[in-house]
């Protein structure tokens, strides 16, 4: 079984940047895919950011130009860049990871955004 951890949410001003890191308690050349979606309360998580085994990356529109994803094999993480952040980004964001046996979800991690 492989964990997902993440971490780097928190409380940010609109403008502001935050950096979140999703650590893998296994290598990251396992998965197909790793990304990041989001949840608010009362509806569906959606995907944010997503970036193949191969290198490509696909966005959401909401944050396309404001958000990068990357990915550091030599130490197992996934990190989600969030430049120029907006009160609606506030909401729960996920690390996900799609594997041979499966998928797979960290316990998530909360960002804030005040107006």
């Known amino acids: 079984q492989v964990q997902l951890v993440e971490s780097g949410g928190g409380l940010v001003q609109a403008g502001g940047s935050l950096r979140l890191s999703c650590v893998a308690s296994g290598s990251i050349f396992s998965f197909n895919a790793m990304g990041w979606y989001r949840q608010v309360p009362g509806k569906q998580r959606e995907l944010v950011a997503i970036i193949t085994s191969g290198g490509s990356r696909n966005y959401a529109d909401s944050v396309k130009g404001r958000f990068t994803i990357s990915r550091d094999t030599a130490k197992d993480t996934v990190s989600l860049q969030m430049n120029s952040l907006k009160p609606e980004d506030t909401a729960v964001y996920f690390c996900?990871?799609?594997?041979?046996?499966?998928?797979?979800w960290g316990q998530g991690t909360q960002v804030t955004v005040s107006s």
């Open positions: 996900y990871g799609n594997r041979w046996d499966g998928e797979y």
